[in-house]
């Protein structure tokens, strides 16, 4: 369940990214619940492109919106991989959330950027776009925790009829993730071939 806390954080973010004219989408965990699959999540998080303005201009924005750096210096690095981790306390709420920034800087993150979904909340009169389920998926993969091939394994069983497979697999197998997708289908669906795929 998305709690009212993360929720706040993520409509705040969600104003300042648009404000600003950074491309993005949810992601993670909060990402879960726009694609049926409900799980407890305590932080938020986001795909950012930064092609068109410097980290520092994007950090300076975030800052300015009552963003506090988790970090010092705050963008961390594992592989190609660069992130940045703030904390968010709601107005008048002594309570911090985190929100995460992932930078969409390899080729299949600046794609998933462009098939990104718009999407609603009830009451908010707010622009909101999500990762598509394909995506999160293999993201999901990617991440490689015990906990993130259960999500993966949920947002099949969820959305089998509205995955394009094609698309799915491709991007796996770019990536080198091929035998992730198979386990994961097999895990939702142990008697199904996946759809496209010979039995």
């Known amino acids: 369940m998305v709690g009212n806390l993360v ?8 104003e300042l990214l648009n404000r600003e004219g950074i491309e ?3 992601a993670g965990g909060v990402a879960l619940s726009f694609w049926d699959h409900t799980r407890n999540t305590k932080d ?17 924005a975030f800052q300015a919106a009552g963003l506090r750096p988790k970090r010092t210096p ?6 190609e991989q660069r992130f940045v981790q703030f904390w968010y306390e709601p107005p008048e709420i002594d309570f911090e959330i985190q929100v995460d920034f992932l930078f969409a800087e390899r080729a299949f993150q600046q794609r998933a950027i462009e098939r ?15 990762l598509a389920c394909e995506d999160l998926i293999v993201f999901k ?7 993130d091939f259960a999500d993966a394994a949920a947002l099949l069983r969820a959305n089998r009829s509205l995955i394009d497979f094609t698309l799915l697999r491709s991007e796996c197998q770019q990536l080198l993730l091929a035998t992730e997708l198979d386990q ?11 759809p496209g795929v010979d039995a």
């Open 7 to 14: 929720l706040c954080a993520l409509r705040h973010v969600a």
């Open 24 to 26: 993005w989408a949810i």
């Open 44 to 60: 938020a998080d986001f795909l950012i492109a930064v092609d068109n303005r410097s980290v520092d201009d994007i950090l300076a």
């Open 74 to 79: 705050p963008v961390v690095t594992v592989g």
């Open 116 to 130: 990104r979904l718009p999407t609603s909340m009830p009451d908010w009169d707010l622009k909101l776009y999500v």
């Open 141 to 147: 993969l990617a991440a490689g925790r015990i906990i």
């Open 184 to 194: 994961v289908w097999h895990e939702a669906f142990p008697d199904a071939a996946m």
